[in-house]
């Protein structure tokens, strides 16, 4: 091996005599490559990945007021003074991330450090049907529900909040969490990748000041999920049975069990290629306003 590694450089010492790279400079950079890329990749899928423009965005600003390029004093010595404290902001901010890679490291999974989520599948088709087929029965019924569908911000904040599950998705299981009888039934269910995550789970209600005075908990609970990350939020009033969902802050009310069975598929079912096709459904949430006449839980 060592052999082959000392054949390689002569063969770059000989044939490119300009660059003065040593093999093992190549292992580190592909090394320093893959790490930086996997954490991007796991910051992406986060709502801290947010911060992380910020971030980039601050060491940008830093760049152009530097004496190199505008030479703004009094900008340039602010922003160094913020950076002095950016290291205990960071890990402050992205305290969650790092707990979480630690924990993976630690207990030996060093395979599943930088795996990647997995696409939806058969299960979210699955849970699609069922989730419909739920709440067709829970409207009738007039039986209150909240369920978040998550993509690609993910929820274990939230979901620490209630109980932790790992089960597939079905009509009859919803409509027992959901039973006004049952102890889960006052929260959130959250579904990841087509199975049940959490269950009972507390959302952040919405900030909005100018939503519906008829509106209750559980709506400005789904509009609050839904502008606090790019979740899909499905609620059945309790009071009237409607059927509404809540996506980028917007809420769409009113909904027949067909219409929202075609919102989840269209926004849920092969993410990559909806990213092209996430503005018109967005006009089509658009189409309900907030301050619709509202009805409570």
Known sequence: ????????????????????????????????????????????????????????ILMMAMFLSSRYVFSLTATSWLLDKL?????????VLFQPEIRRFLERMGSGRLGFVFASAKEPGQDMETAITQTTEAYTDLSRDKVGALMVFERQNLLDDVIKTGTALDCGVSS?????IFWNKAPLHDGAVIVRDGRIVGAGCMLPLSGNVNLSRDLGMR?????????????????????????????????????????????????????????????PLVGLLLGGSRKEEGDGL
């Not at 770059?12 to 592909?30: A, E, G």
């Not at 980028?248 to 909904?255: A, D, T, Y």
């Open 172 to 176: 009859e299981l919803l409509k027992n």
């Open 1 to 56: 091996m060592t052999e082959l590694i000392h054949s390689i450089q002569m063969f770059m010492q000989s044939n490119f005599p300009l660059l003065q790279i040593q093999l093992t400079d190549i292992l580190d950079i592909v090394i320093l490559s893959f790490i930086i890329y996997k954490l991007l990749w796991i910051l992406r899928k986060t709502s801290s990945g947010r911060l992380l423009w910020g971030v980039l």
């Open 83 to 91: 950076v002095q404290w950016g290291v205990l902001v960071l890990v």
């Open 219 to 279: 709506h400005r609970a789904g509009i609050g999920m839904s502008e606090h990350s790019d979740a899909v939020v499905v609620i059945v009033s309790e009071e009237t049975g409607s059927i509404s969902a809540a996506m980028g802050g917007m809420l769409k009310r009113h909904l027949a069990p067909e219409t929202l069975e075609q919102l989840l598929r269209n926004e849920l079912l092969n993410d990559k290629q909806e990213e092209k096709k996430s503005v």
